[in-house]
């Protein structure tokens, strides 16, 4: 059995500090990258929204920060394996931070949006979230939930 990768509270805080800077700058950039969305337009109160830009949130989450880190080896047990993963902190997944941003825009009063505005306020949105750079045995042990307490 795996041990449970549990970055120490200064690790947490390093990393964000890392991301908020990194997405600051890189954000400029990638702008271009989202323009083509800008004439795909969600209807904010649809149930089928948030499916509907899964795939461009978690292939330009891949682009995106590509470049963030320089780690050659899992985070949690140290493996040198080419293709590590992006594990976000705690079990935050990607439907479930898409499904915020589309969330707040409603809350704000916005009933259609452009895909790119989803997809550029789901990438501010890990400012505060940490990725971490997991093998994929470690990322399956990171991201699976622990089982209910309590008689079954």
């Known amino acids: 059995m795996l041990n449970k990768f549990n970055p120490a509270p200064e690790a947490i805080s390093a990393r ?31 149930k089928s929204s948030t499916h509907a830009v899964q795939d461009e949130a978690r292939n330009n989450f891949q682009a995106f920060f590509k470049t963030l880190h320089a780690v050659r080896a899992c985070e949690c047990c140290g493996l040198e394996v080419k293709g590590l993963q992006r594990a976000h902190h705690e079990n935050t997944s990607r ?5 915020a941003v589309i969330e707040r825009l409603c809350d704000a009063g916005e009933e259609i949006a452009d895909v790119s505005c989803v997809i550029r306020e ?31």
């Not at 400012?127 to 045995?137: E, F, S």
């Open 16 to 46: 964000l500090e890392l991301q908020r800077n990194f997405i600051d700058a890189r954000l400029e950039k990638f702008g271009r990258t989202l323009e083509k969305y800008d004439a795909k337009v969600l209807r904010l109160r649809h």
């Open 95 to 99: 439907p479930e931070m898409v499904s």
């Open 122 to 152: 789901f990438l501010k949105d890990h400012k505060h979230v940490p990725i971490w750079l997991l093998c994929t045995q470690c990322h399956r042990a990171y991201d699976t939930k622990p089982p209910p307490l309590g008689p079954t």
